[in-house]
């Protein structure tokens, strides 16, 4: 069985789409600028938010002189495939055609189910 990955707080996840969108190792200036648009946020409080996703075994902090370097431990599609099941199994209580029916009422477009559809069809999901 796959270790279980904690659900981020938002502040947090933002952080790690930050870090998934660069190529290893990132530095803090490369998450700055990422999330500078979007998400600002003061010096300080973006090192604790990478100190704790360190703690909780999200990010490899390496030192490089005075300056660190970020290694992601857990792969985006780690992290969605987790948050999914979890989704699947809290909200929808394990339900898949719940779930589906969910989806399709959710707004999405005539051509978004039909990729769905043909996805499956695939075998790619």
């Avoid at 790690?16 to 190792?25: G, N, R, S, V």
């Avoid at 300080?44 to 992601?72: D, H, N, W």
């Avoid at 959710?106 to 695939?122: D, F, V």
Wanted: hydrophobic letters at 40%; a positive charge; proline letters at 4%.
């Amino acid at each position: 069985m796959k270790k279980a990955i904690r659900k981020l707080p938002d502040a947090e996840l933002e952080v790690m789409q930050a870090i998934w969108a660069c190529t290893p190792p990132v530095s803090r200036a490369d998450i700055d600028q990422i999330l500078k648009d979007t998400h600002p946020m003061a010096l300080t409080t973006l090192l604790t938010m990478l100190t704790r996703l360190s703690e909780k075994g999200f990010l490899k902090i390496e030192k490089a002189g005075r300056s660190s370097r970020y290694f992601p431990l857990v792969t985006r599609q780690e992290y969605l495939a987790q948050q999914s099941k979890r989704f699947l199994d809290k909200l929808c209580g394990g339900s898949l055609s719940t779930f589906a029916t969910a989806l399709c009422d959710s707004g999405l477009t005539k051509e978004e189910i039909a990729e769905l559809r043909a996805l499956l069809e695939r075998g790619e999901l």
